[in-house]
């Protein structure tokens, strides 16, 4: 099970600090990443994050701006957002998949029910 949260409504430029709670199987087994599913569009891996945090993959759209990160001691994955843009806005859910890395959304395997955020202009 994956619970999101830290989601919000925020001006453009603003930051938000999301987190992802993961209980069941061994947290370390799970390639984690977040997915954003935006109004109109389809779903996308915004960033992923292997096993031991090596491996990170960022979509264009939010290098330099987003940071994905996980304690695997916690079971907690991050992901903190810099500059948020209007085109930043979407439900943001935490994924996971076991051992392989991706960058495809369409690959995780178990992800929450997600977390609004919105930035204004």
């Given at each position: 099970q994956l619970v999101e949260s830290g989601g919000g409504l925020v001006q453009t430029g603003d930051s938000l600090r999301l987190s992802c709670v993961a209980s069941g199987d061994p947290f370390s087994m799970y390639i984690m990443g977040w997915l954003r599913q935006a109004p109109g569009k389809e779903r996308e891996a915004v960033a992923t994050i292997d096993l031991t945090s090596e491996r990170i993959y960022y979509a264009d759209s939010?290098?330099?701006?987003?940071?994905?990160?996980?304690?695997?001691?916690?079971?907690?994955?991050?992901?903190?957002?810099?500059?948020?843009?209007?085109?930043?806005?979407?439900?943001?859910?935490?994924?996971?998949?076991k051992f392989m890395f991706t960058t495809k959304a369409e690959d995780f395997t178990y992800w929450g029910r997600g977390t609004q955020v919105t930035a204004s202009v």
């Open positions: 939010v290098k330099g701006r987003f940071t994905i990160s996980r304690d695997n001691a916690k079971n907690m994955v991050y992901l903190q957002m810099n500059n948020l843009k209007p085109e930043d806005t979407g439900v943001y859910s935490c994924a996971g998949r």
